[in-house]
T-cell receptor
């Protein structure tokens, strides 16, 4: 099976940089994804890493180290609208692009 | 604009009722998923389907069943609703293979079982 660990809450100031870590244990690994979910909204896809290294998409970057079973999401130039929950998710090697999600990190951006 | 829709945003049912939650996607995706989301537990996979009439159990299938008669539609059925099934239910879809890295979610159905 799969299990993932991420911090439950993070607080940061507007304009700052924040890193949300995710460690995983898995019996079959294809890649690590990150999703954002605002209160009352649906999760939306942010990034996907299949290989080691950093993937950058605008203010957001995601990193993966397969040997360490570890990844992180880096948010730069934080804005108030970034206040949301962030989930890491492991894509397994079985059928159907099945994901196993972490329990989520609630990010609060303050002035 | 790609879209996953769910039949209801809010639903209130009584214990023992049979409940149907419907999900429709317009992206011609092969794979569809049902999750439930509870505070502190993240999203947990109930069932998924990789083709019409094909289904597989997820991590918490007990008390649920599913139906996929058409490619665009995936239904979740609570055979006899119980109060511990009060939750937010999210449907998602994705393409098969390499294109399946991104799951597209519906807006969710908040189900309350009294």
């Amino acid at each position: 099976g799969q299990s993932l660990e991420q911090p439950s809450e993070v607080t940061a100031v507007e304009g700052a940089i924040v890193q949300i870590n995710c460690t995983y244990q898995t019996s079959g690994f294809y890649g690590l994804s990150w999703y954002q979910q605002h209160d009352g909204g649906a999760p939306t896809f942010l990034s996907y890493n299949a290989l080691d290294g950093l993937e950058e998409t605008g203010r957001f970057s995601s990193f993966l180290s397969r040997s360490d079973s570890y990844g992180y999401l880096l948010l730069q130039e934080l804005q108030m609208k970034d206040s949301a929950s962030y989930f890491c998710a492991v894509r397994g090697t079985g059928t159907a692009s099945k994901l196993t999600f972490g329990t989520g990190t609630r990010l609060q951006v303050t002035l | 604009d790609v879209k996953v829709t769910q039949s209801s945003r809010y639903l209130v049912k009584r214990t023992g009722e049979k409940v149907f939650l419907e999900c429709v996607q317009d992206m011609d995706h092969e794979n569809m998923f049902w999750y439930r989301q509870d505070p502190g537990l993240g999203l947990r996979l109930i069932y998924f389907s990789y083709d019409v009439k094909m289904k597989e159990k997820g991590d918490i299938p007990e008390g649920y069943s599913v139906s996929r008669e058409k490619k665009e539609r995936f239904s979740l059925i609570l055979e006899s609703a119980s109060t511990n099934q009060t939750s937010m239910y999210l449907c998602a879809s994705t393409r098969r293979g390499q294109g399946g890295n991104e799951q597209f979610f519906g807006p969710g159905t908040r189900l309350t079982v009294l």
